[in-house]
């Protein structure tokens, strides 16, 4: 079955970086795009980051992140990866991965994800 397994957060000093990483099972990961969203206390989830399956073409970032965070991939590991850098306070969330239902990411929107892993806790504080 699919899964996905998220891993990597922490607590971490605002400033500070974190990788996350996104092991995929279940499915072909090379023919799929791939999603970063996050979810503070309180807050709606939003996106993060997408990337596309081939990683053809410019990643997908939410303006908030833009310049700091980094999406990649390694197919023949089967896992996605979130650089997070210059961490902020707001960036504190729980990260989850999740799955597209197609090989591209949408520019428009953040639809189309049809599986999820459990998600991992990002805590930025001094």
């Known amino acids: 079955q699919v899964q996905l397994v998220e891993s990597g957060g922490g607590l971490v000093q605002p400033g500070g970086s974190l990788r996350l990483s996104c092991a995929a099972s279940g499915f072909p990961l090379d023919q799929y795009a791939i999603g970063w969203f996050r979810q503070a206390p309180g807050k709606e989830r939003e996106g993060v980051s997408c990337?596309?399956?081939?990683?053809?073409?410019?990643?997908k970032y939410a303006d908030s992140v833009k310049g700091r965070f980094t999406i990649s991939r390694d197919n023949a590991k089967n896992t996605v990866y979130l650089q997070m850098n210059s961490l902020k306070v707001d960036d504190t969330a729980v990260y989850y991965c999740?799955?597209?239902?197609?090989?591209?990411?949408?520019?428009?929107?953040?639809?189309?994800?049809?599986?999820w892993g459990q998600g991992t806790q990002v805590t930025v504080s001094s």
């Open positions: 990337i596309s399956s081939n990683s053809a073409g410019r990643p």
């Open positions: 999740a799955k597209n239902s197609v090989t591209y990411c949408s520019a428009n929107d953040w639809r189309g994800y049809d599986y």
